[in-house]
């Protein structure tokens, strides 16, 4: 349950951030969370992973298919990619990546300092 | 202890992994852009993704308008602009073009300024020098200061910058086109001296090309007759611009007498170290109403230049008080190029003729800020280019200055061939000429004789000019600033310490070639000679042939024309060189051939000679044809350093008429060869082609001649490859691998002008944009799309607009 709320706050918070300030700031906020939400290492990653992850897939979904693909097939094409959904599909994994990574940091500093 | 020392290891590690992991996502490595802010939905590449069915609908205020305006688009996202006076008109063209196409416009000029390597790198180098040395900066200040002097079109080109950079501020970096991002630099301010520069790049891919120094170098290595006859000042047969009998009027300008032999400049083999080489074509017609179904003249237009995009056109309609003119305009310069009015429509074609000469500088011995000049030592001017190369130290280059102009080639930047001489360039592109103003006063011109006032202005590049006008009248102007030259002048490198090689007067504009409403009821022009040999001035050009006789032999036979007539003329893909040169091709064919080789025979001997999308015929003739050219040519000018062999038009005629000559033997065997024995080793070579084609699937004619679009920074993905159209540079339908009919136009007068029109491409530049290439398909397939003239001043939405700006002062 606390795995299902930190990666809803996580997609919240990261969704606001990247409005707001430079891309790399979903880092900041699965960091943040990491930190704060005394989750195992694991499970810490997933909220990361899955949080930053699923927003990012949501929002290029739904831009892809309000472009009708004519940008994802170009683009499929840029990074030699046999389809455009896996353009889609790499650009939500490299999201759920660095979301993944900055949340397992965030829960690993944690443990740095509080027992 | 043991435990919190491994879990501050951990941690730092991990953290440590993750900083560095999002650092590289964040910067760009080498040629590969930051591929985290790149992949980022929100702020990155996705943007460029326009949802198909955007709503572009808006009302806003723009600081530095006068009035208020107001913009529709119609289906096609062409602009309808409609402004109160001439400032806004320009002003608001400037933030179209800038919010439609403004990568292009910073690419296009970052190429003529020769400043492409400060965003792609050190490969762009020998690019930018070329650029800069061949004066084209140089040449773009001098213009400029003729616009900036000239009233009309300071206002013009000022509220054309504030414009584009109005929109360019307003820009955070999300909104940049996503090129920005790919290539990762971001826009600069846009000034005045960026369009001279645009247009200094459309002068120098039209009137840029030159054959002086191969033609040195052949005229010193052949003998003279063999020089003339294979290298014919004019070509004969030719069936000019400026029909034949037409009557020239006396020329104010005396004969010059031919200097004697040393004013030209010679070369020796060990000058030369290496190999370059290539041009481009179009057409366009008028038709007199005595010879159309409806009474009122057709123009048509369809400029043949490199297939790009984003497209080099943009579509607009600019109206204003004492202005309403639709056509093509070219994203960075403001006005309507090719186009008409409610009283008159004009196109252009490349003129050719040849206002690019060649100068061999002597430099005083032991001084290199010197050099000869009519028995004089004169001084360099120095120019100093500062060439920025992303990721690396800037280059300088010092350009030399003559009297004559830059010296382009010398030991530290080679010529043609590797040539090591000093050559300096004199061309007409480098004078301060204002085309602009001449675009201004053809876009208001309502008579034949304000459009002759406006043409005027309009020196480089020169331009076959057609004309119609609701009044009934056609004509046709091979129209530029040309110099008035002696016998011969310029056809080779000239020594540049001879002042008779010099260019003193120019021939007035008036007695340019032309001629309005001729006999035979139609003018047409397809870069062929201008006029024949009566006209009293000498001049030479790179001019071709196989359109001009295709178009003539159509045109003199048509009655009663309708549009419909003129689009299927344009889409034209009967090869008049297959016509001609096949049939005897065929007949020099052994008589017994192989099975195969009857398969393809056989084929040929049915083709009708339209070079049609899925013909394979037309594959089989043009690859025939190549290495025919090939096998005649190869052996004759291996050991010339540039390549230059005659013209397809000629190498025609010799086959036709003259199929003894020496040069179908290949000296380079023992035997003796005729026409008929390079004819079948090539037709040999063509079967074998022909197979490999066959392996891969491409033997039709489309797919053989990939007429591909590509993207301005080469980027495949954002290019599209074997388009399905035939035709080909030999062809009215001109469509070669990768030029073509750039602006498909037809115009018919009429009490309102009905036209059509069509451009490989589509309004916007944005890959990701629907309107990005909508154009491709119905160009490729010969439609058209009626343009829609937008009349009501309203405020209700007019028929066929879709969109409105609302522009208000702010």
Redesign the interface.
């Known amino acids: 349950m606390r795995l299902f709320i930190t990666t809803i706050l996580i997609i919240f918070f990261a969704a606001i951030a990247e409005l707001l300030s430079p891309w790399w700031s979903i880092a900041l906020v699965s960091f943040v969370f990491g930190f704060m939400t005394d989750l195992q290492k694991w499970k810490a990653f997933i909220a990361g992973f899955a949080g930053i992850g699923l927003l990012w897939l949501a929002e290029v979904f739904w831009i892809d298919v309000d472009n009708g693909h004519i940008l994802s097939e170009k683009l499929a094409v840029l990074f030699h990619l046999p389809h455009y959904s896996l353009m889609i599909l790499i650009a939500s994994l490299l999201g759920a990546m660095v979301g993944g990574m900055s949340a397992w940091s965030g829960i690993l500093a944690r443990k740095m300092f509080l027992k | 202890m043991k435990y919190l020392f491994m879990?501050?290891f951990?941690?730092?590690f991990?953290?440590a992994?993750?900083i560095t992991?999002?650092f590289f996502?964040?910067k760009p490595l080498g040629n590969m852009p930051a591929?985290?802010?790149l992949?980022?939905?929100?702020?990155?590449?996705?943007v460029?993704?326009?949802?198909?069915?955007k709503n572009i609908d808006a009302s806003f205020g723009l600081p530095g308008l006068q009035q208020e305006a107001i913009v529709w688009f119609d289906e096609r996202l062409v602009a309808h602009i409609q402004a109160a006076n001439d400032h806004d008109l320009y002003f608001i063209q400037g933030y179209i073009h800038a919010y439609f196409r403004l990568w292009q416009m910073d690419m296009e000029t970052r190429a003529a300024a020769g400043r492409i390597s400060e965003v792609a790198g050190e490969k762009a180098l020998t690019f930018d020098r070329t650029q800069r040395r061949k004066g084209m900066v140089y040449g773009a200040e001098n213009s400029l200061t003729a616009m900036e002097s000239e009233p009309h079109t300071k206002t013009m080109i000022d509220a054309y910058t504030a414009g584009v950079n109005k929109y360019i501020s307003s820009l955070r970096y999300w909104e940049l086109p996503?090129e920005y991002k790919?290539m990762n630099f971001k826009p600069e301010q846009w000034t005045n001296i960026k369009t001279a520069l645009l247009l200094k790049y459309m002068a120098d891919d039209l009137t840029g090309y030159s054959e002086d120094i191969p033609l040195t170098i052949l005229r010193d290595s052949l003998p003279s007759s063999d020089f003339n006859l294979l290298f014919p000042e004019k070509i004969a047969e030719a069936t000019p611009v400026i029909p034949t009998g037409t009557v020239f009027a006396k020329p104010s300008l005396p004969a010059l007498q031919t200097p004697n032999d040393t004013v030209w400049a010679h070369f020796k083999m060990s000058d030369f170290t290496m190999s370059r080489a290539e041009g481009v074509g179009s057409n366009s017609w008028a038709i007199s109403g005595i010879n159309t179904s409806n009474g009122w003249p057709i123009l048509c237009n369809d400029p043949h230049l490199a297939l790009n995009l984003p497209s080099l056109w943009y579509e607009v309609q600019l109206t204003a008080p004492g202005i309403d003119v639709y056509g093509v305009s070219l994203p960075g310069a403001p006005g309507v190029i090719i186009g008409f009015n409610d009283n008159i429509a004009w196109g252009f074609t490349n003129n050719y003729r040849d206002v690019k000469d060649h100068y061999l500088i002597k430099p005083v011995n032991n001084n290199n800020k010197m050099y000869w000049y009519a028995g004089r030592q004169m001084s360099f001017s120095e120019r100093i280019e500062h060439i920025q190369i992303k990721g690396q130290a800037d280059f300088t280059d010092t350009v030399k200055y003559t009297i004559h102009g830059p010296v382009m080639y010398d030991e530290n930047f080679e010529g043609p061939g590797g040539l090591k001489k000093a050559i300096a360039v004199c061309w007409t592109g480098h004078q301060a000429t204002n085309e602009l103003l001449s675009i201004y006063c053809l876009n208001r011109a309502n008579d034949y004789a304000a459009f002759t006032d406006a043409i005027i202005h309009f020196e480089c590049p020169g331009q076959n000019m057609v004309y119609a006008d609701r009044v009934g009248n056609i004509a046709m102007w091979g129209q530029g600033k040309f110099v008035h030259k002696w016998k011969g002048q310029g056809r080779f490198v000239m020594n540049g310490a001879d002042s008779s090689a010099s260019w003193k007067d120019y021939i007035p504009m008036h007695e340019n070639p032309h001629v309005l409403n001729p006999p035979c009821g139609y003018v047409s022009s397809a870069n062929q000679e201008t006029t024949d040999s009566t006209y009293p001035y000498w001049y030479i050009g790179y001019f071709k042939e196989f359109r001009a006789w295709r178009i003539n032999s159509l045109l003199s036979s048509l009655k009663h024309a309708t549009v419909q007539d003129m689009f299927r003329l344009q889409n034209d893909t009967y090869s008049i060189l297959a016509a001609s040169v096949l049939p005897d091709m065929l007949n020099y064919l052994p008589v017994s051939l192989t099975e195969d080789e009857m398969k393809y025979y056989e084929e040929l001997k049915k083709w009708d000679y339209y070079l049609r999308p899925t013909s394979i015929a037309a594959t089989i003739f043009q690859i025939w044809w190549e290495k025919l050219y090939q096998n005649i040519w190869q052996d004759n000018f291996e050991h010339i350093p540039v390549k230059i062999w005659p013209s397809n038009e000629r190498t025609m005629q010799l086959i036709k008429r003259d199929s003894s000559s020496k040069f179908f033997n290949n000296w380079k065997t023992l035997a003796v060869e005729h026409l008929r024995d390079v004819v079948s080793l090539s037709y040999i070579e063509t079967i074998d082609s022909i197979y490999k084609l066959e392996k891969g699937n491409k033997t039709e004619w489309y797919k053989a001649k990939n007429t591909a679009i590509t993207h301005l920074a080469k980027?495949?993905?954002?290019s599209f490859n074997e388009i399905k159209i035939g035709g080909w540079g030999n062809a009215i339908n001109a469509a070669t691998n990768d030029h073509g009919p750039s602006w498909r136009m037809v115009v018919q007068a009429g009490n309102e002008m009905d036209a059509y029109g069509i451009y490989p491409g589509g309004q916007s530049g944005n890959?990701?944009?629907?309107y990005?290439s909508d154009f491709i398909a119905d160009w490729a397939q010969g439609k058209y799309y009626h343009l829609h003239i937008l009349k009501e001043k309203n405020r209700g939405k007019p028929k066929n607009m879709k969109y409105k700006w609302e522009i208000k002062v702010q």
């Not at chain 2, 992949?39 to 996705?46: A, E, F, S, T, V």
């Not at chain 2, 460029?48 to 069915?53: G, I, K, S, T």
């Open positions: 879990r501050i951990a941690g730092l991990v953290c992994l993750t992991f999002i996502l964040d591929i985290g802010k992949l980022d939905p929100i702020k990155g590449c996705w460029a993704a326009e949802p198909v069915n996503i790919l980027l495949q993905a954002f890959p990701g944009s629907k990005y």
